[in-house]
């Protein structure tokens, strides 16, 4: 019993952790000026039409609530950070649709088994901590014979590689936490899903980012904005060293990966992983 509520607790304060990070810098401004277009290439690679009850994991600001809403669904939003789901309704109502948001845990939703003709996460449910525990929830609120469906940045591409370069100043992850990039493999999600799904489709692709005049223009952004970047920066705050260690990792990070190498403006393709399955009539 006594490690039963040590466990708890220390689930309880990874969740308020990860919060914390999602609440800091401006991640509202980074989905809308970065990958504005992603959660609406989602839903459409999941067929979402008028009336189809849609639950949008992870959702954030609604990067793909919002579009379903738009395609005439009826949708929840549900995230862990109640600061993202609040600048998400002022979104939805400067674009004339209504949904609901809820704040939820993507590891223990809290709504009725096969209760969604869809379950999507657009760049979301990647940064659950524990994979399989938020893959059984994914299929367990999806209704037979209904959609899931995932895109996810991939370990290969920017932003995997991003994660991968913050790794030496983070603290070690707590026992049972898995890379967040592993979504976008597709055989770690298929084993995540396993037999519960079925017509799995995965296909690579990537989004064009071109807004930074130049790598450590990406490098300032993101410091400022991203709250896993920030997070780390405010870890070192007081060691100069490790500060300046940094700044020199993601401006070459951002130098390697620019298609223009230095002739103009900075040019990235973010790859990521978009998934489609269907659930299968088996329980979850």
């Known amino acids: 019993m006594a490690q039963q509520r040590d466990t708890a607790e220390a689930d309880r304060t990874l969740k308020a952790k990860h919060r914390a990070i999602w609440a800091s810098g401006d991640y509202p401004s980074v989905a809308a000026e970065i990958i504005p277009g992603l959660g609406a290439l989602l839903v459409e690679a999941c067929g979402v039409k008028a009336g189809d009850r849609v639950l949008d994991v992870a959702a954030g ?18 995230d862990l950070t109640p600061e993202l789901l609040e600048a998400g309704r002022l979104m939805a109502d400067r674009s004339g649709v209504d949904l ?45 014979g209904g959609t899931i469906g995932l895109l996810s940045w991939t370990p290969e591409g920017f932003l995997g590689q991003l994660l991968t370069a913050l790794k030496p100043y983070a603290p070690p992850p707590p026992p049972g936490a898995r890379p967040a990039p592993l979504w976008g493999d597709p055989d770690h999600v298929r084993a995540l899903l396993g037999d519960r799904v079925t017509d799995v489709s995965a296909e690579r692709r990537t989004v064009l980012v071109d807004r930074f005049e130049t790598p450590e223009g990406f490098r300032d952004y993101f410091k400022e904005r ?19 260690a940094l700044d020199r990792d993601l401006a070459e990070l951002a130098r390697r990966h620019d298609r223009a190498a230095g002739s103009g403006p900075t040019v990235m393709e ?11 009539d088996t329980s979850p």
């Open 61 to 78: 600001t609604g990067n793909a609530a919002i579009p379903a809403a738009l395609a005439g669904a009826d949708v929840v939003a549900c």
């Open 270 to 280: 973010w790859e990521y992983l978009l998934l489609t399955a269907h659930r299968t």
């Open 226 to 244: 991203y709250g896993p970047v920030l997070a780390v920066y405010r870890a070192h705050a007081e060691d100069p060293e490790r500060l300046a």
């Open 100 to 144: 609901r948001w809820r704040e939820a845990d993507a590891e223990a939703l809290p709504f009725a088994d096969a209760d969604f003709d869809t379950v999507l996460s657009c760049v979301g449910v990647m940064f659950a901590p524990h994979h399989q525990a938020a893959a059984d929830e994914l299929v367990r609120v999806c209704r037979p």
